[in-house]
């Protein structure tokens, strides 16, 4: 084997290892959504999560794929055929085997999927949410993952996510938004004044567990972007990433305990997530004292973030709008900011986060209504909503089983009587 051929089998087997830590994530996040919901629904939050991978897989490889990385075609979408052929993406111009590529992206593609489940959790049908999984991978994360990393319109103007805080995370929150909207609040959630109750979620153990996984996971998501071992700036991109995600772990909770002079758990694990969020657009451009300060607002934005959701009456059940959405824009922003030569405060002028600006209204812009679309038509067709027998008896019920059967009324067996 010649020196190319070492180094692209070095770079391969890196990104299959990155690519497997992002996969991972997909435990993260439904331990976090379960454990932050309550017991009843904790199988129909494991089968969804299983589920939305399932047909991101499908459809990205089937569709979105080309969709995103396809020729470009008038700065809009990628025309690259269907089922990825391997012939039609020559321009990209990989530095390790195509096949390696497509499943580090698909692992992006389902963490998109996901963060709506979490969202949208305790009320809403199975059957609705996978259409919707399908129909976001297939569509809306591909049309807006070509403009920004498929060689669209926002990467001709210089628009920089070095791992998706827009792509996959606004994407994701913003789509979480446009469902919430038509789907309503849970029941409970708000008193007849429309002041906020909170609902507690069955677990932290659970949800702490999810947060150090999807933490752990991050190391994929972020330095895995290289695709290369060989790149030399791995290390400060798993530096940045881990500093961001502790400073908005702190931040959160230091906010909560001067609100509340409680040390609230779930401050913490969502600060911890938000900081993650908020680097990962800027985590290969800034140092790590910049890295800091943006998991450090990242973490902030969290309670104001929350308390303007629920001054509408939008009940978002783990947090995902307000991590994903309102930490993954300033994180796009930030970069505007903070990059270490085009940043504003670093002495690069305002280009660059004038355009940081633009691409994330449009992304806002396209990813809210084409969601809101899909929202409408399925709620007109198969319904989005479970009715509200099913909503207070738990989704488990649907699927047949119990999550925890030991905490729940168990009936007489007729060989045994009542006792």
């Known amino acids: 084997m010649n020196l190319d051929g070492l180094t692209m089998a070095i770079?391969?087997?890196?990104?299959?290892?990155?690519?497997?830590?992002?996969?991972?994530?997909?435990?993260?996040?439904?331990?976090?959504?379960?454990?932050?919901?309550?017991?009843?629904?904790?199988?129909?939050?494991?089968?969804?999560?299983?589920?939305?991978?399932?047909?991101?897989?499908?459809?990205?490889w089937a569709v979105g794929f080309g969709l995103m990385f396809g020729a470009d075609a008038g700065g809009l979408i990628g025309l690259g055929g269907l089922g990825a052929p391997e012939s039609?993406?020559?321009?990209?111009?990989?530095?390790?085997?195509?096949?390696?590529?497509?499943?580090?992206?698909?692992?992006?593609?389902?963490?998109?999927?996901?963060?709506?489940?979490?969202?949208m959790a305790e009320r809403t049908k199975f059957s609705a949410y996978l259409l919707f999984s399908t129909a976001i991978t297939l569509l809306v994360y591909p049309v807006a993952g070509h403009w920004i990393w498929g060689g669209g319109w926002l990467a001709r103007l210089g628009f920089l996510d070095f791992a998706g805080s827009t792509v996959v995370h606004s994407v994701g929150a913003w789509a979480s938004l446009a469902g919430l909207l038509?789907?309503?609040?849970?029941?409970?959630?708000?008193?007849?004044?429309?002041?906020?109750?909170?609902?507690?979620?069955?677990?932290l153990v659970l949800a702490a567990l999810g947060v150090f996984i999807l933490w752990f996971g991050w190391f994929g998501f972020n330095p895995g972007s290289?695709?290369?071992?060989?790149?030399?700036?791995?290390?400060?991109?798993?530096?940045?990433?881990?500093?961001?995600?502790?400073?908005?772990?702190?931040?959160?909770?230091?906010?909560?305990?001067?609100?509340?002079?409680t040390w609230e758990v779930e401050a913490a694990l969502n600060g911890a997530l938000a900081g993650l969020v908020g680097i990962t657009a800027g985590t290969a451009f800034v140092s790590?004292?910049?890295?800091?300060?943006?998991?450090?607002?990242?973490?902030?934005?969290?309670?104001?973030?929350?308390?303007?959701?629920?001054?509408?009456?939008?009940?978002?059940?783990?947090?995902?709008?307000?991590?994903?959405?309102?930490?993954?824009?300033?994180?796009?922003?930030?970069?505007?900011?903070?990059?270490?030569?085009?940043?504003?405060?670093?002495?690069?002028?305002?280009?660059?986060l004038g355009v940081q600006a633009l691409g994330s209204v449009a992304v806002f812009a396209f990813s809210f209504t084409a969601c809101l679309i899909i929202f409408a038509?399925?709620?007109?067709?198969?319904?989005?909503?479970?009715?509200?027998?099913?909503?207070?008896?738990?989704?488990?019920?649907?699927?047949?089983?119990?999550?925890?059967?030991?905490?729940?009324?168990m009936p007489a067996h007729p060989a045994l009587g009542d006792d």
């Open 88 to 119: 039609s993406f020559a321009h990209l111009g990989l530095g390790i085997p195509f096949l390696v590529f497509l499943w580090f992206q698909t692992t992006f593609a389902g963490t998109t999927a996901t963060i709506v489940s979490g969202a």
């Open 182 to 203: 038509l789907l309503g609040p849970r029941i409970g959630r708000f008193d007849r004044q429309g002041q906020p109750r909170k609902i507690t979620g069955h677990n």
């Open 288 to 352: 790590p004292a910049s890295a800091v300060l943006i998991g450090t607002v990242a973490g902030l934005l969290l309670a104001p973030g929350t308390a303007l959701l629920e001054r509408f009456r939008i009940d978002d059940a783990v947090g995902a709008i307000p991590v994903h959405g309102f930490a993954g824009l300033w994180g796009t922003l930030a970069v505007g900011l903070f990059h270490e030569t085009e940043g504003l405060l670093m002495g690069g002028g305002a280009q660059l």
């Open 377 to 409: 038509v399925i709620r007109a067709t198969v319904g989005l909503r479970v009715s509200r027998e099913d909503e207070l008896t738990g989704l488990d019920a649907k699927h047949g089983v119990q999550a925890y059967p030991e905490f729940q009324p």
């Open 11 to 60: 770079n391969a087997a890196w990104t299959m290892v990155a690519a497997s830590l992002v996969f991972f994530m997909q435990a993260g996040f439904a331990m976090v959504e379960a454990g932050f919901t309550r017991s009843k629904n904790a199988g129909n939050i494991v089968l969804k999560n299983l589920m939305d991978f399932v047909v991101a897989s499908l459809g990205f």
């Open 226 to 261: 290289t695709l290369a071992a060989t790149d030399l700036n791995i290390g400060r991109i798993a530096v940045t990433t881990n500093l961001g995600a502790a400073a908005g772990a702190l931040a959160a909770v230091l906010s909560a305990y001067i609100r509340t002079r």
